[in-house]
């Protein structure tokens, strides 16, 4: 019984190719019906419109503005519905937030600004890039504001004709960013001209508001934009999509992420000390090139970072003249005068070359430690070329003085001779009789003559000491 269909089906195989070919499609279609661990059908890929997100957290400089400009590039290429920003500044250049502002107005897709998580804010120069974006959100307990500009050299200067010019020319920009978003054109001037901050409550309840809405979270903050008509800078409206959609996520590059954290102001303090230190060890000792690179390294770095802070160039100079006055210090016997004058120097330049900017200022847990340690390496190498300088020659008959040798000939008061003293043949006397072979110890030098003692006094033949 258990042949026959067996049977049956090599017989309708043979006789029926047509039949062959049905029961083959059938068992086939048996086989796929069976489950099995794995789906040979391909994940359908999320559907719905696209939002680009990207995060920035630190100074607003050149590279948060390639960042921007990447992220809305980007955006624009994938023809996202959306491109949200969520920022965290103290502040920044004013150069490069018109930069990066300018990138937001020209955008062809519409920028959301999202100040977030709570504690964040955007400060300074991140509040006018929240007048500029579409749609501007903030979470709670994050606040921004205090826009008053502040010159390069770090150095507020109300009272000169150039400090209020700057105030006067970026209240300008502010309430045009403000009006051609229909928010508070009032209050976005006074966050430059009397350095206002405000909550996000403060900012939500302004009449007109200076932001859209509060939302605790990305996930919030993407709901409540479904299907809302968002007005762009040139007076045309969008409405976004109101479905759920897709989200990716665009971070910093590599060299962006290099760039930024160097342009820190305590990464970029570091720098500069380091890279003095390093030329003034080279200095100490010419040849050892280790030194010499790497702070001719740091300080191009250091270069850089200071070309994106606001920086007091007081400090700066105190700072160099400080590293000056302890480099001098190893060549200039001073008994520690120029030593102390250093490190005052290099401490009173390290509290004032970022003091006029609170946000960006350098703290004292990397100030008091940076000094102390750059004053024990200055004077530990100062110590050792002093105690150098005490030392005996090393070199000529002088640096033969206290050396062991051995006599080569016989010595006497009258008699000179020869003895091999650091594998080299001197002419020497001994006031002492002293014997070929005998060990010797040198006492002093006459000329290219040596003085020298025998170990042990010994009797010449004759009878005669």
């Not at 280790?290 to 606001?310: E, H, K, R, T, Y």
């Not at 700066?316 to 480099?327: I, K």
């Not at 960006?360 to 430690?369: C, D, T």
């Not at 940076?370 to 070329?385: E, K, N, P």
């Amino acid at each position: 019984m258990e042949r026959a269909p067996r049977v049956w089906l090599v017989a309708v195989i043979r006789n029926r190719p047509m039949a062959a070919a049905v029961v083959a499609a059938a068992i086939v279609g048996v086989l796929s019906a069976v489950p099995t661990g794995h789906s040979l059908q391909p994940e359908p890929e999320p559907s719905g419109p696209l939002v680009i997100v990207g995060e920035y957290d630190g100074v607003i400089h050149p590279i948060a503005a390639e960042f921007v400009d990447d992220l809305l590039t980007r955006a624009e290429r994938d023809h996202a519905a959306a491109a949200v920003l969520v920022l965290r500044t103290p502040g920044g250049l004013l150069d490069s937030t018109r930069t990066l502002v300018s990138r937001l107005i020209s955008s062809r897709t519409p920028v959301v600004v999202y100040v977030s998580p709570s504690g964040a804010r955007a400060a300074s120069a991140g509040f006018l890039i929240m007048l500029a974006a579409d749609v501007a959100v903030m979470a709670p307990g994050t606040h921004i504001g205090a826009a008053h500009p502040v010159s390069s050299s770090g150095e507020s200067g109300e009272s000169t004709v150039m400090a209020e010019k700057a105030t006067a020319d970026t209240a300008a920009y502010a309430r045009t960013l403000a009006e051609a978003r229909g928010r508070n054109a009032t209050l976005a001037a006074e966050a430059v001209t009397e350095s206002r901050a405000f909550t996000e409550h403060e900012a939500l309840d302004a009449a007109p508001p200076l932001i859209d809405f509060i939302a605790p979270d990305l996930e919030a903050v993407l709901r409540q934009l479904n299907g809302r008509t968002v007005r762009r800078f040139d007076g045309t409206t969008v409405t976004l999509p109101s479905v759920p959609g897709r989200i990716e996520r665009v971070a910093p590059s590599w060299r962006q992420s290099v760039l930024g954290a160097i342009a820190h102001p305590q990464v970029a303090y570091l720098l500069m000390t380091l890279g003095m230190l390093g030329l003034v060890v080279e200095l100490w000792n010419p040849g050892f090139v280790l030194p010499g690179v790497a702070g001719g390294l740091c300080l191009l770095l250091a270069f850089f970072a200071f070309q994106v802070l606001p920086i007091n160039l007081t400090g700066l100079l105190l700072l160099v003249f400080g590293l000056a006055l302890l480099g001098a210090e190893l060549m200039v016997p001073s008994f520690g005068v120029l030593g102390i004058g250093g490190i005052l120097a290099l401490l009173v330049g390290s509290l004032m070359i970022t003091r006029e900017v609170p946000e960006m200022r350098v703290g004292y847990g990397v100030i008091v430690p940076v000094v102390v340690a750059v004053a024990i390496v200055v004077l530990g190498l100062g110590r050792l070329a002093l105690r150098a300088q005490r030392m005996p020659s090393p070199t000529g008959t002088d640096g033969l003085v206290g050396a062991r040798g051995e006599a080569l000939t016989t010595l006497g008061p009258r008699q000179p001779g020869q003895m091999r003293v650091h594998g080299e043949i001197w002419r020497a006397v001994s006031d002492t009789p002293v014997l070929a072979g005998q060990r010797l110890r040198v006492v002093g030098a006459d000329g290219l003559t040596l003085r020298v003692q025998p170990n042990e006094t010994v009797e010449l033949p004759g009878g005669s000491p």
